[in-house]
């Protein structure tokens, strides 16, 4: 072989070894901005999922508390009618005692 050929050969082994680092470096970048997309994604989704649960969490918190008032109220409001029942019926029974003290009173 000649010189000349030797040279050229090796002039274009470096071009072709210089174009497939080229051709790697930019793989090698579109594979980078693949997988920061993917993880951005990744990262939107984790966050609406997290999002939706805080929600119904907060929904369920919110619907429990509710019953939970509603229930307390109920039981309020039976404890007040049974009060409010006994105290009536008491007091017809305190007028007549007190009637009959100040009746009992006059006559002495």
């Given at each position: 072989m000649a010189r000349d050929e030797i040279l050229s050969k090796i002039k274009s082994?470096?071009?072709?070894?210089r174009a497939a680092v080229q051709q790697a470096l930019e793989e090698k970048e579109k594979k980078i901005a693949a997988?920061?997309?993917?993880?951005?994604n990744l990262v939107k989704s984790a966050e609406i999922d997290a999002q939706d649960y805080y929600d119904k969490s907060?929904?369920?918190a919110e619907s429990d508390v509710k019953a939970k008032?509603?229930?307390?109220?109920q039981s309020g409001d039976k404890n007040v009618a049974s009060m409010s029942g006994s105290a009536s019926a008491k007091l017809d029974k305190a007028v007549e005692y007190l009637l009959k003290e100040f009746m009992g009173s006059l006559h002495a």
């Open positions: 082994a470096e071009a072709q070894s997988a920061t997309t993917e993880a951005m907060v929904a369920k008032k509603q229930s307390i109220i």
